[in-house]
């Protein structure tokens, strides 16, 4: 794998004497998010890391090799080319590793790289999902896929709202995936700590969440554990406000005829011009959240092992 596989000294140093090492998808760079918003973004999420005695491993694919721990020429190099940036999940893997492409990780992508490097723990902002409609589009993300097969905690604040965040659930059901509420009993919607729709399980501390997943893996019940971590209040947006904003924003997508991978980018970009630049914020600050918990969680789980 050395060929196609590069893990950083850093990385590899945490992990071979059992540190807390904290992964970082690189979609939210290249697609997520504008530049220069989203290099400084994605190093002060590395700082906010290292501050809490972790180790980062932002993943990405660098010259067709599939990198655990870019360097910080890499989170430039990814923020300043964008959307031009090919994004992948693990479909995507073999072609762009084969033609030795520059890649953003999606969650999928990123969780795959987790497991090959024998990283435990991942915070990104939202998981993608069923999107809306879906149940005749057959357009559901294969990041649920990936948590039901691939055993890494992945720290979100919930599913993205531009989905359908019941249908997403019902298909985490399906694929025996756990959703854990940390401090919550409701699936946060992204911009917004409520949903209306409830969680498997609450739990309040990053310790009962590594306790949970040691046990699973104890259990040898393979694949990913979902935590939702709800957007800190001052952060959140008016529901009724991004409601509106969303459905604009859907309705324009399917006026252009955009689909597939190029969806998501699309709306993320389309309302944070229509709020202004709001949720950008937004996204930004519940970043910042999901990694000082994932932080917690891979602390935690260093102590059990």
């Known amino acids: 794998m050395n060929k196609y596989l590069k893990i950083s000294n850093e990385v590899q140093r945490a992990l071979n004497n059992n540190r807390p090492v904290v992964a970082l998808e690189s979609t939210i760079i290249s697609h997520g998010m504008p530049y220069p918003q989203n290099v400084q973004t994605a190093l002060t999420v590395e700082k906010i890391v290292r501050d809490l005695g972790c180790v980062p491993a932002t993943v ?15 989170i430039e190099l990814l923020g300043k080319r964008g959307t031009s940036v090919t994004k992948v999940s693990r479909r995507d893997l073999p072609v762009v590793v084969a033609k030795k492409q520059l890649g953003a990780t999606t969650v999928a992508g990123t969780m795959y790289a987790c497991n090959l490097a024998g990283v435990s723990v991942f915070a990104t902002g939202g998981i993608g999902g069923a ?44 694929r025996g995936v756990p959703v854990i509420g940390y401090k919550t009993d409701e699936m946060p919607a992204f911009y917004t700590p409520c949903s209306g729709f409830k969680v498997d399980y609450r739990l309040d501390s990053a310790k009962e969440i590594a306790e949970a997943y040691h046990a699973k893996q104890q259990l040898g019940l393979h694949g990913g554990m979902l935590v939702v971590n709800p957007i800190p209040a001052e952060f959140a947006m008016d529901k009724e406000y991004i409601d509106k904003n969303i459905e604009a924003a859907l309705l324009e997508a399917d006026k252009l005829g ?23 914020e937004s996204n930004i600050q519940l970043v910042y959240n999901n990694v000082r918990l994932a932080c917690e969680i891979a602390n935690q789980l260093c102590k059990l092992r």
């Open 60 to 74: 990405a694919v660098i010259d067709g090799v599939l990198t655990v721990g870019c360097l910080q020429e890499e």
């Open 131 to 174: 999107h809306r409609k879906s149940e005749t589009t057959m357009d559901i993300s294969a990041d649920l896929d990936e948590l039901q097969q691939t055993d890494v905690v992945v720290v979100c604040a919930g599913a993205k709202s531009i989905l359908d965040i019941g249908l997403t659930l019902e298909c985490l059901e399906t």
């Open 258 to 280: 955009i689909g597939g991978k190029q969806v998501t980018p699309f709306l993320l970009d389309k309302i944070q011009r229509l709020t202004g630049g709001q949720s950008l």
